[in-house]
């Protein structure tokens, strides 16, 4: 498992680097993030798959009746080993069943090994991830940031975020990926710790 980040550190970084973040490090301070655990990874990357195009409270509810048929956690070998019929009798549709067990079979199979990810570069993760389908950029920006505590995250495919980044240097419409990563380059090596930060504002309006 990966050791949590010093957030203290990255609190300390963003008031001294980036005055705009400074009221926000000091009225939401300390970062509660800590890293899952390794086994709950599938779980996590497997939610996202089924959450996509659905309301959260209806994807929590399929990853449910999901454990209901597999057990917990939800293991790779457990969802290769359902029948698509009861699969398809709790609410899943072909195409998620598809992806589901594209990714089961990914890591079954060895060719995604999750255990090396605490080895690996972002980059080098979203690759990996990139070629499961079903896995898109969102999902796989918030499991770097959320999961693995991975300090230098910037999700440009979140929309709060970057709706959050506009109105606080008052830009005249969304920023796209290319802009996002200029306008956060005195963020690094803690542009995660900044969007969590960000979060919070946008989640007290």
Request: overall charge neutral.
């Amino acid at each position: 498992m990966y050791q949590t980040p010093d957030w203290s550190a990255g609190d300390r970084y963003l008031r001294e680097n980036v005055p705009e973040l400074a009221p926000l490090v000091e009225r939401y301070s300390p970062c509660p993030l800590t890293p899952k655990h390794e086994e709950q990874y599938f779980t996590i990357l497997l939610t996202g798959i089924i959450a996509q195009q659905l309301p959260p409270d209806v994807s929590q509810q399929l990853v449910q009746k999901l454990e209901g048929l597999t057990g917990k956690p939800i293991t790779p070998q457990a969802v290769l080993a359902v029948p698509t019929e009861k699969l398809l009798a709790i609410g899943l549709v072909e195409q998620k069943i598809d992806y589901l067990r594209g990714f089961a079979e990914a890591i079954d199979s060895g060719k995604i090994d999750m255990k090396k990810f605490a080895d690996m570069t972002d980059s080098q993760i979203s690759k990996q991830l990139l070629q499961v389908r079903g896995l898109g950029q969102w999902t796989i920006e918030m499991f770097l940031l959320l999961a693995l505590c991975r300090t230098d995250v910037i999700p440009s495919a979140d929309f709060i975020f970057k709706k959050e980044l506009q109105k606080m240097l008052g830009l005249k419409e969304i920023p796209k990926r290319g802009v996002i990563n200029k306008l956060t380059e005195a963020w690094r090596p803690w542009r995660s710790l900044a969007v969590w930060y960000m979060w919070q504002k946008a989640g007290e309006q």
